[in-house]
């Protein structure tokens, strides 16, 4: 390879109407290895009369071979404009030109007129007009120009000219297409003219990019044929976007990256529109049907991973409020020997209860999972978080009775000034703990795991009725130990306080803000009437009925999917300067794909080296793109 280096075969190279350089660039990459020598293109010069897009050209190349130069005749620059030029004004002659080539005939010619005239995206009455008339002959005049510098000053022609263009140059300029065959004919070329080149198949790229190309072979420098380049698979759009910074990150992305920020009704129309689909779907949409609803973002209501890191900690601390923190799974909760294994036991309602004992919830089981849960109450009333899980958002309102604000934490080890009996049940086989002042369950072994309970109660021992049977004998015993004296009653009822899921009025001030705001306990609501109008301009993300999100393309994008380079020769994210993002999306635009001209370029310079090889003809599979070619029919004699 590094002999290789040493022996580097420059083929020069010149570009007409060249814009921001994507065929420039593309060139530029092309090389062939050949006959122990590497084969590339040298850039003479790149010729434009836009001075923004010639400062643009050098940046996206990293070379400065830009030349600013109105390729213009006098007419034609009097019918584009409307006016006379400035006195300071004059016209390109050949001498300019060679001037522009250094003095040197290039080996590959690239011309990329200006296609907005010979466009279907032009009414034809408009494209017919003097004016656009003036700017479609600089297809002609640019070449006529070129060729009469070289063959002045140089005394020869350029050995391949590629012209680039629209496919409906084929109608629209039909009679320019006519004279350029002629002239091209005339100086000895055989020429290849064609409105089917994808150039998305030569570039392997993300899109489907038909194009005109002219392709002309001087024969005399080049007798051997130029081959057509290996088509390549198209890339889907996905693919060329999954790598690229997230749409709106300006930092990583630059400038060009913003997202549009188009109408409300546009952003509407984008959702409704079938992926593949275009606004004749729009036709097809079911819209009595249709409705925009929020969707939590990720994070809402979630338990934390004791395990992972925490989300983000917002202002808005409480489940289902934000995205943030606010629940966790906390696994210290540890089984301390010798307590009763009722403790703070969960009855479930379709199961029957155990045995109902005179103490609290602490120390028997007598809790339940009631089903019958107040429909007014936040979501995430007594809530408990995961201790493994990271942790829900933090929010103001943070008590158990409003967001879940509590958790399982498996810390439960003694910790000073706490007995060591508390809530210890004995063990009947052994001694009993020391008996002490405090009588309550709380404070000493006061409980004894008792085996001589069997066959020694009432059936309806601590028993709880059921509301919907009927009630079993009354008895003397007054105590529920004695008898079912204890009644499941649904009767239990909780009026919501003042304001509770209260809306507030836009125009009228707030109701007192108070500490425990949530709109279960207080109006905390309002009544916003800020909804986009149809006409407002702006960035919303709104999701797809197939799940997705219709968003514009940015104009980074575009250039990616032109195959621009992610970043400039100076390191910075690939940008335009001096331009409005509009013009910049009208230079991309008109672009010529880098990777289809390197393609391209490969085939030219394979040519080349052939041809500084002697060798003439060679057995290939690869398609001829430009052979000898002869005017005369051949007629087949039976």
Same mark, same amino acid.
């Given at each position: 390879?590094n002999?290789?280096?040493?022996?580097?075969?420059? *083929?020069t190279?010149?570009?007409?109407?060249?814009?921001?350089?994507g @065929?420039?660039a593309?060139?530029?990459?092309?090389?062939? =290895?050949?006959?122990?020598?590497?084969?590339? /293109?040298?850039?003479?010069?790149?010729?434009d009369s836009?001075?923004?897009?010639c400062?643009?050209?050098?940046?996206?190349?990293?070379?400065?071979?830009?030349?600013?130069?109105?390729?213009?005749?006098?007419?034609?620059?009097?019918?584009?404009?409307?006016?006379?030029?400035?006195?300071?004004?004059r016209?390109a002659?050949?001498?300019?030109?060679?001037? @522009?080539?250094? =003095?040197?005939?290039?080996?590959?010619?690239?011309?990329?007129?200006p296609?907005?005239g010979?466009?279907? +995206?032009?009414?034809?009455? *408009?494209?017919a007009?003097?004016?656009?008339?003036?700017? &479609?002959?600089?297809?002609v005049?640019?070449?006529?120009?070129?060729?009469?510098?070289?063959?002045?000053? #140089?005394?020869?022609?350029?050995?391949?000219?590629?012209?680039?263009?629209?496919?409906? %140059?084929?109608?629209?300029?039909?009679?320019? +297409?006519? *004279?350029?065959?002629?002239?091209?004919?005339?100086?000895?070329?055989a020429?290849?003219?064609?409105?089917?080149?994808?150039? #998305?198949?030569?570039?392997?790229?993300?899109?489907?990019?038909?194009?005109?190309?002219?392709? @002309?072979?001087?024969?005399?420098?080049?007798?051997?044929?130029?081959?057509y380049?290996?088509k390549k698979?198209l890339?889907?759009?996905g693919?060329?976007?999954?790598?690229?910074? =997230?749409?709106?990150? !300006?930092?990583?992305?630059?400038?060009?990256?913003?997202?549009?920020r188009?109408?409300?009704?546009?952003?509407?129309?984008?959702?409704l %529109?079938?992926?593949?689909?275009?606004?004749?779907?729009?036709n097809?949409?079911?819209w009595?049907?249709?409705?925009?609803?929020?969707?939590?973002?990720?994070?809402?209501?979630?338990?934390?991973?004791?395990?992972?890191?925490s989300?983000?900690?917002?202002?808005?601390?409480?489940?289902?409020?934000s995205?943030?923190?606010?629940?966790?799974?906390?696994?210290?909760l540890?089984?301390? $020997?010798?307590?009763?294994?009722?403790?703070?036991?969960?009855?479930?309602?379709?199961?029957?209860?155990?045995?109902?004992?005179?103490?609290? /919830?602490?120390?028997?089981?007598?809790?339940?999972?009631?089903?019958?849960?107040n429909?007014?109450?936040?979501?995430?009333?007594?809530?408990?978080?995961?201790?493994?899980?990271?942790?829900k958002?933090?929010?103001?309102? &943070?008590?158990?009775?409003?967001? @879940?604000?509590?958790?399982?934490?498996?810390?439960?080890?003694?910790?000073?000034?706490?007995?060591?009996?508390?809530?210890?049940?004995?063990?009947?086989?052994g001694?009993?703990?020391?008996?002490?002042?405090?009588?309550?369950?709380?404070?000493?072994?006061?409980l004894?795991?008792?085996?001589?309970?069997?066959?020694?109660y009432?059936?309806g021992?601590?028993?709880?009725?059921?509301?919907?049977?009927a009630?079993?004998?009354?008895?003397?015993?007054?105590?529920?130990?004695?008898?079912?004296?204890?009644i499941?009653?649904?009767?239990? *009822?909780?009026?919501?306080?003042?304001?509770?899921? #209260?809306?507030?009025?836009?125009?009228?001030?707030?109701?007192?803000v108070? #500490?425990?705001?949530?709109?279960?306990?207080?109006?905390?609501?309002?009544?916003?009437?800020?909804?986009?109008?149809?006409?407002?301009?702006?960035?919303w993300?709104? !999701?797809?009925?197939?799940?997705?999100?219709?968003?514009?393309?940015?104009?980074?994008?575009?250039?990616? %999917?032109?195959?621009?380079?992610?970043r400039?020769?100076?390191g910075?994210?690939?940008?335009?300067?001096?331009c409005?993002?509009?013009?910049?999306? $009208?230079? !991309?635009?008109?672009?010529?794909?880098?990777?289809?001209?390197?393609?391209m370029? &490969?085939?030219?310079?394979?040519?080349?080296?052939?041809?500084?090889?002697?060798?003439? /003809?060679?057995?290939?599979?690869?398609?001829?793109w430009?052979?000898?070619?002869?005017?005369e029919?051949?007629?087949? !004699?039976?």
């Amino acid at each position: 390879m590094n002999a290789l280096l040493n022996n580097i075969e420059y *083929k020069t190279s010149a570009y007409l109407f060249a814009g921001v350089g994507g @065929a420039t660039a593309g060139a530029m990459r092309s090389q062939v =290895e050949y006959g122990g020598k590497l084969y590339k /293109f040298k850039v003479l010069c790149a010729i434009d009369s836009d001075p923004v897009a010639c400062r643009n050209h050098d940046l996206i190349t990293g070379e400065d071979t830009s030349v600013c130069m109105d390729l213009f005749e006098r007419w034609q620059y009097t019918a584009w404009h409307g006016h006379e030029p400035s006195e300071e004004w004059r016209e390109a002659t050949a001498w300019d030109i060679w001037q @522009a080539f250094k =003095e040197q005939v290039p080996f590959f010619l690239f011309l990329s007129p200006p296609c907005k005239g010979l466009s279907g +995206l032009l009414p034809a009455g *408009k494209a017919a007009s003097d004016k656009y008339q003036a700017l &479609n002959y600089l297809t002609v005049h640019g070449l006529e120009l070129t060729l009469r510098a070289c063959l002045e000053y #140089g005394g020869s022609v350029p050995a391949i000219i590629q012209l680039e263009n629209v496919p409906r %140059i084929t109608s629209r300029g039909k009679h320019l +297409l006519a *004279k350029i065959k002629k002239l091209l004919k005339k100086h000895g070329y055989a020429v290849s003219i064609r409105a089917d080149h994808n150039l #998305g198949e030569i570039g392997g790229l993300g899109q489907n990019r038909v194009r005109f190309l002219i392709l @002309a072979r001087h024969e005399a420098q080049l007798p051997n044929v130029i081959y057509y380049p290996v088509k390549k698979a198209l890339r889907s759009i996905g693919n060329v976007l999954a790598d690229l910074p =997230e749409p709106g990150d !300006i930092v990583a992305g630059g400038p060009l990256h913003k997202l549009p920020r188009l109408q409300w009704k546009t952003w509407m129309r984008l959702a409704l %529109i079938p992926a593949g689909g275009d606004w004749r779907d729009l036709n097809k949409v079911d819209w009595e049907n249709l409705r925009v609803v929020h969707e939590p973002r990720r994070g809402a209501y979630e338990v934390a991973d004791w395990n992972k890191p925490s989300r983000a900690v917002t202002s808005t601390a409480g489940p289902g409020r934000s995205n943030g923190v606010a629940a966790v799974s906390d696994p210290r909760l540890t089984k301390r $020997e010798g307590r009763h294994p009722g403790v703070y036991r969960i009855v479930p309602a379709d199961e029957p209860a155990p045995c109902v004992t005179g103490t609290r /919830f602490g120390s028997g089981a007598i809790a339940v999972a009631d089903p019958r849960v107040n429909t007014k109450l936040h979501p995430d009333s007594y809530g408990v978080q995961d201790w493994d899980a990271t942790a829900k958002t933090v929010r103001s309102a &943070n008590r158990i009775m409003q967001a @879940a604000g509590s958790v399982s934490d498996p810390r439960v080890p003694d910790r000073p000034g706490r007995y060591t009996d508390q809530f210890r049940v004995q063990s009947a086989e052994g001694p009993a703990a020391t008996v002490t002042g405090s009588t309550d369950v709380q404070n000493g072994a006061q409980l004894i795991a008792d085996p001589n309970v069997s066959g020694q109660y009432h059936d309806g021992a601590y028993r709880v009725s059921d509301w919907e049977n009927a009630s079993p004998t009354v008895t003397t015993g007054g105590v529920s130990a004695g008898q079912g004296k204890v009644i499941a009653d649904p009767r239990i *009822k909780s009026a919501p306080r003042a304001d509770t899921m #209260g809306v507030l009025d836009w125009n009228q001030p707030s109701k007192t803000v108070i #500490g425990s705001a949530d709109v279960h306990a207080a109006a905390v609501a309002v009544a916003d009437p800020r909804i986009p109008a149809d006409n407002e301009r702006g960035v919303w993300t709104i !999701i797809s009925t197939d799940g997705t999100w219709h968003r514009p393309l940015t104009t980074y994008e575009l250039a990616m %999917i032109q195959s621009f380079p992610q970043r400039l020769p100076d390191g910075r994210p690939f940008q335009l300067e001096g331009c409005s993002d509009a013009k910049a999306r $009208e230079y !991309i635009g008109n672009a010529v794909p880098p990777d289809a001209q390197e393609e391209m370029g &490969n085939v030219l310079l394979l040519a080349a080296a052939e041809a500084e090889a002697g060798i003439s /003809f060679t057995l290939s599979w690869d398609s001829v793109w430009v052979a000898p070619v002869t005017d005369e029919i051949t007629a087949i !004699i039976h």
